[in-house]
C-alpha cells in the first residue's frame, strides 16, 4: 500500500526567455507577449524563430569562473541562488551531509561541445581547452552547485529528455521520503538552442515552420511544430516538518510523483496514450487522490500535431469532469529538458495566486479535441488546490508531479 509522502516546497527560482526571477516569468505567463525571436544562427539550421534567455552577467551571476561555464550550468546556478534565498536556509549553516541535488537535463553541455568541436577541425587538439568537460559534462551542473552551496549528499542527474525536469522533482521527493536527505534542490536546465540541435529537430519535422513569433500555439487547429528555446528553474525541497520547524513559508507540495515508459517508438509517443496516462495514475495514486480532486492540469502541450492529439485524448478520457488546461509553452516556447520543472514552479504559482493562465498564441483548439477546457485569452479565476503537471520526452518517457497547496 502506497502512503502519501508530500514535499513542501520552500524556495523557487525560475531564468527563462522571460526574465530572471519567478515574478518576472509568472507575470508574463499570465499576459503573454511574444518572447520568439529570428535568431540568424537558429534561423540557418531550420528554425524560422526562437527563444532565448536575456543576457546577464556578473550582476546577476556572481562567483569565480562561472562566466565560462556552459549557459546550461549558468541558467541553473541562476535559478539555483534565487530557490534558496527564497526558502531562508542558509549554506553556511546547513549540515551539507543531509542536503542532496537531482538535476534534470536533456541535453547537457551542447553549445560549449559544438564550439570546441569547430576549434578542434580548425587548429586540432591544441585548440580544445583542457576545461572542456568541466564546462560541459551533464552532470557537471549538478557538481557545480554541489560545490558552490556544500553539498555532501546524494547528487544525481537525470537524463529523460523532454521529461527531465518533471523527473528531478519526483527523484528529489523520494530522497525526501527514503530518508536519505532533509533537504533536496531540484532543478531543470536547458542551453539547447545551438545549430546542430535545432538542426536534428528541423530535419526530424518537430519545429514550426511559420516565420511568425506566435508559431508555438498548443492544442490548436492550426499547430505545425515546436519552436525551441532555453532556460532552468529550481526548487528547495524539504518535508513539511522540517519547513515548520523553522517557521518556512511554503510554496505548495509535491504531493505525487508518476512515471512510465511507452517501449514503442525512439521519437514518436505512443497512440492511444495509455503509458502517459499510466504515469498519471500513478502520481495521482502516489498522492492518495482520485482524478475527479485534480483542478488544474498544466499540459505538456508542446504545440506538435501528434503530441497535442495524444494528450488531449488522455486528459479528455481520464478527466471527464474537464478542469481547465494550460500549456506554458505558448509563451515560452519549448524548453527541452527544463520544461517540467518550470512548469512545476509556475503551477505552484497557479495554486498561491487561485488562477490559471491562458494558453498564448492558441485562438481556436482543435476540433478534434472537444474534451478540453483549454484557458484561451486572459487567466482564468479558479483556486486551484489540487494540480497535475505533465511531462513526456523522446525515449517514450513520461513523467507527471501532482501539486498541492
Known amino acids: 500500500m502506497i502512503h ?55 550582476e546577476v551571476l556572481k562567483g569565480k569562473g562561472t562566466a565560462h561555464v556552459d549557459p546550461f550550468i549558468r541558467y541553473a546556478l541562476v535559478a539555483v541562488e534565487e530557490a534558496i ?32 568541436q569547430d576549434r578542434y577541425a580548425a587548429r586540432g587538439p591544441e585548440g580544445v581547452t583542457p576545461y572542456l568537460h568541466p564546462r560541459s559534462l551533464a552532470n557537471m551542473a549538478v557538481g557545480t552547485i554541489a560545490s558552490r552551496y ?37 532543478v531543470g536546465t536547458e542551453a539547447a538552442v545551438v545549430p546542430v540541435v535545432v538542426a536534428g529537430f528541423a530535419r526530424m519535422g518537430a519545429l514550426s515552420k511559420r516565420a511568425d513569433a506566435r508559431a508555438s500555439r498548443p492544442f490548436a487547429a492550426d499547430r505545425d511544430g515546436f ?40 521519437t514518436d509517443p505512443r497512440p492511444d496514450g495509455a503509458q502517459a496516462e499510466a504515469a498519471v495514475r500513478q502520481a495521482l495514486t502516489d498522492a492518495g487522490l482520485r482524478p475527479e480532486d485534480v483542478d488544474h492540469v498544466n499540459a505538456h502541450g508542446t504545440s ?42 509556475l503551477s505552484l504559482c497557479a495554486l498561491r495566486d487561485g488562477v490559471v493562465p491562458p494558453v498564448a498564441h492558441t485562438e481556436t483548439v482543435d476540433p478534434q479535441l472537444p474534451g478540453l477546457d483549454l484557458v484561451l485569452g486572459a487567466p482564468r479565476r479558479v483556486a486551484p488546490s489540487v494540480v497535475v503537471s505533465n511531462s513526456f520526452g523522446f525515449g517514450g518517457t513520461n513523467s507527471a508531479l501532482v501539486l498541492g497547496n
Open 4 to 58: 502519501p509522502f508530500p514535499a513542501a516546497v520552500t524556495g523557487a527560482g525560475l531564468i527563462t526567455p522571460a526574465g530572471i526571477g519567478v515574478p518576472e516569468t509568472w507575470r508574463t505567463v499570465l499576459e503573454p507577449r511574444d518572447l520568439a525571436v529570428e535568431d540568424e544562427a537558429a534561423k540557418s539550421a531550420g528554425a524560422p524563430f526562437c527563444l532565448r534567455v536575456p543576457a546577464f552577467g556578473p
Open 85 to 116: 534565498q527564497e526558502s531562508g536556509l542558509d549554506p553556511a549553516a546547513w549540515d551539507g551531509n543531509r542536503v542532496g541535488v537531482v538535476v534534470g537535463t536533456g541535453i547537457g553541455g551542447v553549445g560549449t561541445l559544438s564550439a570546441a
Open 150 to 186: 556544500g553539498v555532501n549528499g546524494p547528487c544525481h542527474t537525470v537524463v529523460s529528455a523532454c521529461a527531465s525536469g518533471a523527473a528531478a522533482i519526483g527523484i528529489a521527493r523520494d530522497l525526501l521520503r527514503t530518508g536519505a536527505c532533509d533537504t533536496v534542490i531540484a
Open 227 to 266: 519552436v525551441i528555446s532555453e532556460g532552468a528553474a529550481a526548487l528547495v525541497l524539504e518535508t513539511p516538518e522540517a519547513a515548520a520547524r523553522r517557521r518556512a513559508t511554503e510554496l505548495g507540495r509535491v504531493l505525487g510523483y508518476g512515471c512510465t515508459t511507452d517501449a514503442h517508438h525512439p
Open 304 to 345: 506538435t500535431p501528434k503530441n497535442d492529439r495524444i494528450e488531449g485524448e488522455l486528459l479528455a478520457r481520464l478527466f471527464p469532469h474537464r478542469p481547465p488546461v494550460t500549456s506554458n509553452k505558448g509563451v515560452l516556447g519549448h524548453t527541452l529538458g527544463a520544461a517540467g520543472a518550470i512548469e512545476a514552479v
